[in-house]
C-alpha cells in the first residue's frame, strides 16, 4: 500500500476534512468514512466510503496525477442564509465542490483532467421529501459540474433509496449499495431528522 496520502490544507479548520479511519471487511482495505459536511483527497490506496440519504457526495478523480477525493454536502447553496463558519459553509454544495477540487489541485491534480462520479439525491424521508432537498442536490450537483466542464463519468442519483457508496481512489472505481436492510435505512432517517431539525432552526420564524 502506498505510504503517500494527501490529506489537505492545515489551514482549513478541523472537521471539515474526514478522520474516521478504519479498516473495511468488504473490500479488504483501509478506509476513511465521510460523515455528512466532510470531505478527504488521497493519493494513497484508501477507499473512501459514505452513507447518502438526501445528501450528495461527489467523487472527483484525476487518474493521471493519482488522485482522488470525496464530499459529503447537505444542501445546494441557493444563497438563502450566510454560512456562519466554515463548518457550517460545508454543507452546502457550491462551497463544498469548490473546497474539493482547490485541494485536488493542490495534490496535484488539474480540473481539466477530472472525472466525476455522483451519489444521492434520495427521497427517504417523508418530511424532506416535501421540501424536494434531494432533487435539489441532484439537479445542483449535475449542473455544477456542467458549468465546470468535468465529466460526469457515473452517477446514480435521486430514486427512494438510501445509498452506501464506496470509492476506490486508486483505480476511479465506485461501487453503490441501496441500503434496505433496517440498521443502514435507521442511520439514514436519524441523520435527515438531524438535517430536518437544521433547517427548522435556521428558518426565521413569520
Not at 476534512?17 to 478527504?40: N, Q, T, W
Not at 452513507?51 to 450528495?56: E, R
Not at 485541494?103 to 477530472?114: H, P
Request: charged share 20%.
Amino acid at each position: 500500500m502506498s505510504s503517500s496520502n494527501y490529506v489537505g490544507s492545515s489551514a482549513l479548520p478541523a472537521g471539515a476534512m474526514a478522520s474516521h479511519h478504519y479498516f473495511d471487511r468488504d473490500i479488504g482495505c483501509m478506509a476513511v468514512k465521510l460523515l455528512p459536511s466532510e470531505y478527504y483527497v488521497t493519493a494513497a490506496d484508501t477507499a473512501l466510503t459514505t452513507v447518502l440519504g438526501s445528501c450528495v457526495a461527489a467523487c472527483l478523480h484525476d487518474p493521471y496525477a493519482g488522485v482522488a477525493g470525496m464530499n459529503h454536502f447537505m444542501l445546494p447553496d441557493d444563497g438563502e442564509t450566510a454560512p456562519r463558519d466554515h463548518a457550517d459553509a460545508m454543507r452546502y454544495g457550491a462551497y463544498a465542490m469548490d473546497v474539493l477540487i482547490r485541494e485536488l489541485q493542490r495534490a496535484g491534480a488539474r480540473r481539466e483532467r477530472l472525472q466525476a462520479k455522483v451519489f444521492g439525491g434520495g427521497a427517504v424521508l417523508a418530511s424532506l421529501t416535501t421540501l424536494n432537498i434531494g432533487e435539489r442536490n441532484a439537479d445542483f450537483v449535475e449542473q455544477y459540474l456542467k458549468e465546470q466542464g468535468i465529466a460526469i463519468a457515473a452517477q446514480d442519483l435521486r430514486g427512494p433509496h438510501a445509498r452506501r457508496v464506496c470509492f476506490l481512489p486508486a483505480t476511479g472505481k465506485a461501487v453503490v449499495r441501496k441500503l434496505r436492510a433496517q440498521a443502514g435505512v435507521q442511520q439514514v432517517q436519524r441523520e435527515e431528522q438531524e438535517l430536518l431539525r437544521r433547517l427548522r432552526t435556521a428558518t426565521p420564524a413569520n
